[in-house]
Nanobody
Framework: QVQLVESGGGLVQAGGSLRLSCAAS????????MGWFRQAPGKGREFVAT????????SYEDSAKGRFTISRDNAKNTVYLQMNSLKPEDTAVYYC?????????????????WGQGTQVTVSS
């Protein structure tokens, strides 16, 4: 089993920045590919970013490219999502996810473990 705990969400003005963190426990973190997803009110969960076990491969949803950066620190068992130039449409609950594989999946059904989510609200 893997436990994931997100933090770092909050209220920010448009154009501002936030850094989300996701701390993992229960399994060797360096064996886990990690992803970030989000769910806005009334919408389905959507992919934001993913990172491979080594951190050497990352992938982003189109609207996140150039604004968001996913990274990981295997020594701290933590994955991060740095979000810059935030827009009101980025408002959502952000979820961290993990799966025991090397490559970094983009679909939520490929992940086995999920955090409880952290709210991000961007005001205009």
């Amino acid at each position: 089993q893997v436990q994931l705990v997100e933090s770092g969400g909050g209220l920010v003005q448009a154009g501002g920045s936030l850094r989300l963190s996701c701390a993992a426990s229960g399994r060797t973190f360096s064996s886990l590919a990690m992803g970030w997803f989000r769910q806005a009110p009334g919408k389905g969960r959507e992919f934001v970013a993913t990172i491979s076990v080594s951190g050497g491969y990352t992938s982003y949803e189109d609207s996140a490219k150039g604004r968001f950066t996913i990274s990981r620190d295997n020594a701290k068992n933590t994955v991060y999502l740095q979000m810059n130039s935030l827009k009101p449409e980025d408002t959502a609950v952000y979820y961290c996810a993990a799966v025991n594989r090397i490559r970094a999946p983009k679909f939520d059904y490929e992940y086995d473990y999920w955090g409880q989510g952290t709210q991000v609200t961007v005001s205009s």
